[in-house]
């Protein structure tokens, strides 16, 4: 079992910078590659950004890429999210994602999830 715990949420206005944590605890943190991804009201849950646990590689959706960098701390169990520019199209609630699968998008590959933090952007 993988625990994780996201933070960081809260309001901002349109172009603010917010960025999020995700710790985890239970196995091996760095055995896992994580995942943020996002769900917007009345929307489905979408994918935001992955990052392999080494770290090395990441991949973002086309919608934040340049804005947003996903980055994680081994030692520390944590993953980030630091969201630059943003957007009223950002207002979500933000989900962090552990899998023992290779680095992927799909939501389906991904075990462990967290219960997720608002993320408000007002225009």
């Known amino acids: 079992q993988v625990q994780l715990l996201e933070s960081g949420g809260g309001l901002v206005q349109a172009g603010d910078s917010l960025g999020l944590s995700c710790a985890a605890s239970?196995?091996?943190?760095?055995?896992?590659?994580m995942g943020w991804f996002r769900q917007a009201p009345g929307k489905e849950r979408e994918f935001v950004a992955a990052i392999r646990w080494s770290g090395i590689s990441t991949g973002y959706a086309d919608s934040v890429k340049g804005r947003f960098t996903i980055s994680r701390d081994n030692a520390k169990n944590t993953v980030y999210l630091q969201m630059n520019s943003l957007k009223s199209e950002d207002t979500a609630v933000y989900y962090c994602?552990?899998?023992?699968?290779?680095?992927?998008?799909?939501?389906?590959?991904?075990?462990?999830w967290g219960q997720g933090t608002r993320v408000t952007v007002s225009s």
């Open positions: 239970g196995r091996t943190f760095s055995n896992y590659a």
């Open positions: 994602a552990a899998t023992k699968n290779p680095y992927t998008r799909d939501e389906g590959q991904y075990e462990y």
